[in-house]
């Protein structure tokens, strides 16, 4: 069976490595190709996990709009499909890349698996564009692999048949893991990973911060910097902020934090770099989708700033606790999190145990 994995971001290419070896190691003929939706954070994570792209769009332009970059990959895919003639290609979650490869295979005749699907808001601004990603991929998909029972319902819900829907885990646990062990090798080497260790205090809780969700953009950001100001007046805290690229982001960010007591700004940091963050971690604050998956497999509390999330599991189980953007909601729920926070009594990830990439493999190698 001949299968094109297509991604074209950061947090794609880390949950689909682990499918891609897994494909590889059990024979089946298997072929990459990468957009460049992002560039130099995509790179990051294929030489961290070893994968060669067969094929290399790279679309990634500054300033580019979405109808600019979802024309580009509809016209560079196709020559892509027509090449590789693959009898499925396997998209992932909620990209622009993930929507416009699913439509251009449709329109080939090629059969779409997509990985990681169901997740829903019903709010087509939050997460925009992704929500709207989703259920545009969802539509045109053959095969759903989906990571909880509740991402499965939504599915069944939309008119989607059973024998569709393969519940699997995510495969961001199975990345994890595996990066978790490599980084944890007494013969790994990672120059950030040390400049993080001589730098961060050992002796204070560090609050972990990301954020790059264009509904932020503007008064939340600022709401989210002036609360992170006031809780790093506190002696017993460092916060460290990978601060995003994108300049809505970016400017805000270093105009209200550069330069302030206890408050690390770095750029965007690699893959394990930021696995070993999250371990060293006493709590996680982000907008992030990926990190409310991986953080209950670590242990660590998830603030989320945002007002709804695709991922209840995560809110329902007690991991991650919706705070949206308001200042005074996010500096009282993290300093509740500082002074009262001793671990969770239910410790199993509703996001799975690692082997979502196995249960994919299971699924295809019946399909053949």
């Known amino acids: 069976m001949k299968i094109l994995l297509c991604f074209g971001t950061r947090p794609e290419a880390i949950k689909m490595s682990p499918l891609y070896h897994q494909l590889k190691n059990n024979n089946f003929d298997v072929k990459v190709c990468v957009t460049a939706q992002h560039r130099e954070m995509l790179d990051q994570v294929l030489d961290f996990f070893e994968i060669v792209p067969d094929y290399d769009l790279d679309l990634m332009k500054p300033n ?4 600019s970059l979802s024309a580009n990959i509809l016209f560079k895919i ?5 090449e590789a003639e693959p009898d499925m290609v396997l998209v992932h979650g909620d990209t622009t890349t993930s929507a416009m490869v699913a439509l ?3 329109h080939l005749g090629i059969k779409v698996g997509h990985v990681e ?3 829903r808001t019903f709010n087509k601004q939050a997460p925009f564009p992704e929500e709207i990603n989703r259920q545009i991929t969802s539509r045109i998909a053959d095969i759903h692999f989906t990571p909880t029972t509740a991402a499965a319902q939504n599915l069944l819900q939309e008119g989607i048949l059973q024998k569709n829907i393969i519940e699997t885990g995510n495969t961001v646990i199975d990345a994890l893991l595996w990066t978790v062990d490599k980084i944890g090798c007494a013969n790994y080497s990672n120059p950030e990973i040390e400049t993080l260790k001589k730098n961060l205090p050992t002796n ?10 264009r509904e932020n953009f503007g008064g939340g950001f600022v709401n989210l910097c002036e609360a992170l100001l006031s809780v790093s007046e506190r002696e017993d805290v460092t916060i460290v902020y990978p601060v995003h690229l994108n300049p809505n982001v970016k400017d805000i960010v270093y105009d209200k934090l550069a330069g302030k007591k206890n408050i ?3 750029p965007p940091v690699s893959y394990p770099a930021f696995v070993w963050l999250m371990q060293k971690s006493f709590l996680i604050v982000t907008d992030s989708g990926g990190i409310q998956e991986e953080a209950p497999t670590l242990g660590k509390p998830v603030l989320v700033t945002r007002t709804v999330s695709e991922r209840p599991e995560g809110v329902a189980a007690g991991f991650s606790t919706l705070v949206g953007t308001d200042r005074k909601k996010i500096k009282y729920s993290i300093e509740e999190i500082l002074d009262h926070f001793t671990g969770f009594e239910n410790t ?4 799975g145990c690692g082997d979502a990439s196995n249960r994919i493999i299971e699924y295809l190698n019946d399909f053949i």
């Open 348 to 351: 199993k990830n509703p996001y």
């Open 104 to 106: 251009a295979a449709f």
């Open 78 to 82: 196709d020559g892509v499909l027509n």
């Open 64 to 67: 580019q709009t979405l109808n």
């Open 264 to 266: 690390y700004l770095v």
């Open 117 to 119: 699907a169901g997740l």
């Open 204 to 213: 204070k809780k560090i609050v972990l911060v990301t954020g790059h969700r």
